[in-house]
Each structure stands twice: as structure tokens, then as C-alpha cells.
């Protein structure tokens, strides 16, 4: 089995249960399909296959789907999660049937942790640290939000910090030059699994390719193998995705989250 085979089979095994939504506030299955409800109207559809679903019945569970979330009047989007390596004919054109839109697809990428815990240099005046008070939280996450395109609200804050209060087990890392953030990520260990994930990266563009990402990611692995975790994943954009590679990490497959909103 090649290191690729072998980590996608960890990736399938370990993070394609509950795993992935612990912060849920309930789960229903319907055939192989978990429909996750999380705070703030947010619902989430994941699997770890669908069970050799032919087309006709790929049409069937997401017609169930959607009808299951329209049933609750307080979701207001739901985020379906695919992925590159599944046999699923005919989901892109039954989730674009019943109005879900394609995201930007991501790379999937896995490595060992101790390949990222490594020395970064930082450049000078700029410091790492771990955060947890709620005025930390929101400035990291304001600066997340401008990074992303999208404005600055309190929502994605107050969904950090519910997260924060529901699993513990989260941290929040941020990069600092001048008292302010310009680098933020989250790392969340998989409780019962080999596996943390690291979440959110972003670096304000001015700051971009001078180191402070990979010494972020390098602090965060650190951080999961004290905890015992000795695999990182991460779903990866284009920006992120190479630095990993040059720690060793893997592109295993790729996830296109799809979103509908009422």
C-alpha cells in the first residue's frame, strides 16, 4: 500500500464518523447520509460512502436530504460535503437540481505531524501565541474575515467562540506584528483518532511569503503531538496546499463543499 493509499484509508476510517461534527447539536441518519444540525441555522451532510448507490438512488437521498432540512424552519444554509475519491453518479447534477451551488474545490492533504514540527524563523517583531479571551477571539476572526473576501461580522466570531465553549479541546492560534494579527489558525484534535486537523489558516496579503504560515502550522503540530496525535489533516486551498507538500504531506483527494440557502 503506497503512504498515499495508506493515509486515505486512515482519512476514510477514522474522520468519516462523528468525528467530523462534534460540535453537533443533533445527527439523523437517513440510509448512509449523516444530516448534521449545528448552532446558528447551520446544516451539514456527510458520509463515509454512500453504499454503492446507483443514480437513481444518488437522486433519492438528496431529495430526502433537502427535504429533511426544509422540514426545519431555523436552517437557513446546509453544506454538502463531497469528495474526489467516491462513487457517487450523478451527485453534482442531482445537488445542482435542488439548488446547491459548487464551492471551490480543496486538496486534502495529510502528513505526519512531526514532518511540520519543525524551527521557522520569524521575521522581525513578529510573535506567535495561543488565544482564548473573546477579545482575542473576535479581532483574530475580524482579521479572517477581511482575509476571505467577506465583511466583518460578529457571526463568524460568535461561532468560534460557541465552538470554543462546546470543545475545549480547540485552539486558536494567532501570528502578531505591531499588536496586530496578521496570521490566524485553528488546530481541532479528533478525540478517539490518530488525527488533528489544522483549520482557518490566513495571512493578511501584505505579510504573505515571508514564513509566518509554516511557523504557524509548525506551532500547531507541535501542540498536536503533545496531545498524541501524530496526523494532520487539512482541506487545503491553493495557497496553503504547496506548503504543506514541502513538509511531506500528501494530497489524498480533493472536497468540494456544495451550499444551498433557504
Known amino acids: 500500500m503506497t503512504d498515499t493509499s495508506r493515509l486515505l484509508q486512515a482519512y476514510d476510517e477514522q474522520l468519516r464518523t462523528d468525528a467530523e461534527t462534534p460540535s453537533a447539536i443533533s445527527v439523523t441518519r437517513l440510509g ?106 473576535r479581532a483574530m476572526c475580524a482579521m479572517q474575515d477581511e482575509v476571505f473576501g467577506g465583511p466583518v461580522s460578529d457571526s463568524t466570531a460568535n461561532a468560534i467562540l460557541r465552538r470554543q465553549a462546546i470543545d475545549p479541546e480547540m485552539e486558536l492560534w494567532v501570528a502578531e506584528a505591531d499588536g496586530a494579527i496578521v496570521t490566524a489558525g485553528r488546530l481541532e484534535p479528533v478525540p478517539g483518532t490518530d488525527f488533528a486537523g489544522i483549520w482557518g489558516g490566513s495571512t493578511r496579503p501584505e505579510w504573505r511569503g515571508k514564513g509566518i504560515y509554516r511557523a504557524l502550522t509548525a506551532a500547531r503540530a507541535r501542540s498536536a503531538l503533545a496531545r498524541g496525535k501524530t496526523l494532520i489533516h487539512s482541506d487545503s486551498t491553493e495557497y496553503s496546499r504547496p506548503i504543506l507538500e514541502r513538509y511531506g504531506f500528501h494530497k489524498v483527494s480533493t472536497t468540494t463543499p456544495y451550499e444551498w440557502k433557504r
Open 32 to 137: 448512509p447520509l449523516r444530516l448534521v444540525t449545528f448552532l446558528g441555522g447551520r446544516g451539514f451532510v456527510t458520509y463515509r460512502d454512500l453504499d454503492g448507490a446507483d443514480e437513481a438512488r444518488v437522486q433519492e437521498l438528496v431529495e430526502q436530504a433537502v427535504a429533511h432540512f426544509r422540514a426545519d424552519g431555523g436552517i437557513t444554509r446546509v453544506e454538502w460535503k463531497t469528495r474526489g475519491h467516491d462513487h457517487a453518479p450523478g451527485l453534482a447534477e442531482a445537488l445542482a437540481e435542488h439548488g446547491f451551488v459548487a464551492e471551490e474545490p480543496e486538496s486534502i492533504m495529510i502528513g505526519e505531524a512531526a514532518a511540520l514540527a519543525v524551527d521557522v524563523p520569524l521575521p522581525d517583531g513578529v510573535t506567535l501565541r495561543r488565544v482564548t479571551e473573546e477579545a482575542d477571539v
